[in-house]
């Protein structure tokens, strides 16, 4: 567990970034931050957690970043469970959970892989984006059995790929497969602000976004490119 306020962070010059991986039968972030940068060629280190369990709760902040001037990319986000993914919650002051990955390079931003029979996002964050480069956003994939994507618990949720004003990189694509069932709920939040979207604002390509489920739910929320 790492929790509290607690800060691990991975930062590049030069050279490649060390990967920040935590493993564990339950692996649990609470309310802290696990921070990747690069500022120069090589890339940012990525950060995974596995296990058999694993949660992100309570205002906790995975983030990833490239920044100006940088060649190399930002570190991927991976979430891996065997049986259970779970991110929900926000701080002691009202923030929502944060998974960010952002490019003000020449090098993409990071992707989003995750991983889980059963995954359930209840509110956050999630945005793999350009931010005033060249680099391409990355992409997102989510694969379970179940996959839950909801507002609730204090926060309504954003689940986004793609490149903002003045940019000149592609959006990301938005991956979902699910083997039983997808739900993108907004939960009592007005419509659209719970929302998955894979789009850009500059030059470059909007994603695409694909769900493939035998049983598809959107209830108050909104999926676009």
Do not use: C, H
Request: aromatic share 6%; charged share 15%.
């Amino acid at each position: 567990t790492v929790a509290d306020g607690a800060l691990i962070e991975s930062i590049s010059a030069g050279g490649k970034g060390g990967d920040m991986l935590l493993r564990g039968d339950t692996v649990t972030v609470r309310s802290a931050t696990l921070f990747s940068q690069t500022t120069g060629a090589g890339d940012g280190g990525r950060i995974g957690l596995q296990g058999r369990e694993v949660s992100v709760l309570d205002g906790a902040v995975l983030w990833t970043r490239a920044l100006e001037g940088s060649g190399g990319a930002a570190g991927d986000i991976e979430l891996v469970a065997s049986e259970r993914l779970l991110a929900t919650g926000v701080s002691a002051s009202g923030d929502p959970l944060f998974v960010l990955s952002q490019t003000f390079g020449a090098g993409g931003s990071g992707s989003f892989i995750f991983t889980a029979p059963e995954i359930t996002l209840r509110g956050g964050i999630y945005i793999s984006g350009n931010y005033g480069s060249s680099g391409d956003a990355g992409d997102i994939r989510v694969t379970g059995d179940v996959v839950r994507l909801q507002g609730g618990n204090g926060s309504y949720l954003q689940l986004e790929s793609g490149a903002s004003n003045f940019t000149s990189g592609d959006g990301g694509n938005i991956i979902i497969r699910a083997a039983q069932r997808f739900e993108l709920d907004g939960n009592g939040f007005p419509t659209g602000w719970t929302r998955v979207a894979a789009a850009t604002q500059g030059g470059g390509r909007g994603g695409d976004i694909l769900v493939e489920a035998p049983s598809i739910l959107i209830d108050r929320a909104t999926l676009f490119s």
